[in-house]
């Protein structure tokens, strides 16, 4: 059984190592699951504290864009860490704006689906990508965009969009790691399935000639057998 000392000690560190706050969950976990606690700050560190491939400030606009994407009142030290990095107000509004704009990628997939043959001089794909563009034109530059929509579609689970916007980061040439990244701080907000459905759909971009892997991912793509569990013949 944990003593009443240890579980204090446990959320005094927590406490420190999050900057003065600790939250309910924190304490559960603490006086019941301690080996779980520990492995779940582990995956915290990993995920959002320690430095990878995006700047501080990049990794912050992603984390308001899935936020606000799922409507996450939890989390909003984020928007204090997003000011703390470099941001302002009109980039924040510039976030949200996207944010909202990807709660629409369903009715433009839609469209294309059904729509698309009836409208040959308008791509739909195309006019979804671009829309977002000219909503924060001024505000961020078009990687950082392609970035947030990426970590917002993630976190929603919508495939089309995220493809569209996969498609898009390539082409204006966010490095591979950085979308690798941005999707994975959506397992913190969603869950590690919406994470793997994401990466299902960037590697059937990749085996299908939409997008144009480095050797390094271009080794993932190639790798047999990726996908559900398919049980053996009886």
Known sequence: MTSPEEVRARLEAIRAARGGYVLPHHGAMAAALPELHATYEAMYRALTLDDHHLTAHAKEVVWLAILVACQEPVGTHHLHLFMKTGGTEAEAAAVFRLAAWAAGARRYAALAASWQQHLPGTDLAREYKDGAMRLVAGALDERLARLALIGAHTAGDEAWGLAAEIEAAYAAGVPEPEIAEAMSLAI?????????????????LMQAGRVTPSPAFRAWAETPGQGAFVPPPR
Not at 188 to 204: I, M, S
């Open 188 to 204: 913190w907000v969603r869950g590690v399935n919406p994470f793997v459905r994401a990466t299902e759909t960037w590697l059937r």
